[in-house]
């Protein structure tokens, strides 16, 4: 079972997720205004994956019978300088995310909670890979700021898309 302090940390951090989920979604439709459609679809795509991170942790605390909090969201950033702009957000809200992930773990351990500890690992290696994305892609947008074509074709060539994840947790509701 789930330790008390591990769930409602885990709790306050679904509402993390979805508020992830909405900054990207800002973020995405961003570059589809000024018909960036490579870019707003890779932030598209991490909309969802961010949302699929907060059902993954509902699943969790349904799988270990805890109640299930959606904490009140505060409105996303919509509005940027340059396109440089958007992809400091990301980065800097993936590092925050990490934070959140290593104290979640922490707490988890400290509790003895080898449960949610196990649960968090996958989290752990997720974040390691977003940072390092949201790193490169910042070096690439700041290279070519000036030059969109140079950007969308980057993130054409280079941006495979991730697949399914077998090891991934469970998705609620999928």
């Known amino acids: 079972m789930a ?12 509402g993390h997720e979805f ?19 490579q870019m707003a679809a890779l932030f598209y795509a991490q909309a969802v994956e961010e949302r699929d991170h907060a059902m993954m942790m509902i ?6 019978d ?21 992809v400091q957000v990301a980065l800097d809200q993936e590092k925050r995310v990490t934070s959140q992930i290593n104290e979640l773990t922490r707490i988890a351990r400290d ?7 196990q649960f968090m690992q996958w989290f752990i ?14 070096a690439v947008v ?9 950007i969308e074709d980057w ?10 994840d077998p090891t991934a947790p469970p998705i609620a509701g999928a």
């Open 3 to 14: 330790s008390e302090q591990f769930v409602r940390a885990l709790q306050d951090q679904i």
């Open 19 to 37: 508020s992830a989920h909405q900054q990207y979604v800002g973020i995405a439709t961003y570059y589809d205004a000024l018909t960036m459609p």
């Open 59 to 64: 699943q969790y605390l349904l799988d270990q």
């Open 66 to 86: 805890q109640p299930i909090v959606i904490p009140a969201l505060a409105a996303p950033r919509m509005d940027f300088a340059d396109v440089v702009e958007p």
């Open 111 to 117: 509790d003895n909670d080898f449960a949610s500890d």
């Open 125 to 138: 290696k997720e974040q390691v890979e977003e940072v390092a994305k949201m790193s490169d892609l910042l």
């Open 142 to 150: 700041t290279r070519s700021k000036h030059d969109y074509e140079r």
């Open 155 to 164: 993130i054409a060539r280079e941006e495979t898309g991730e697949g399914s």
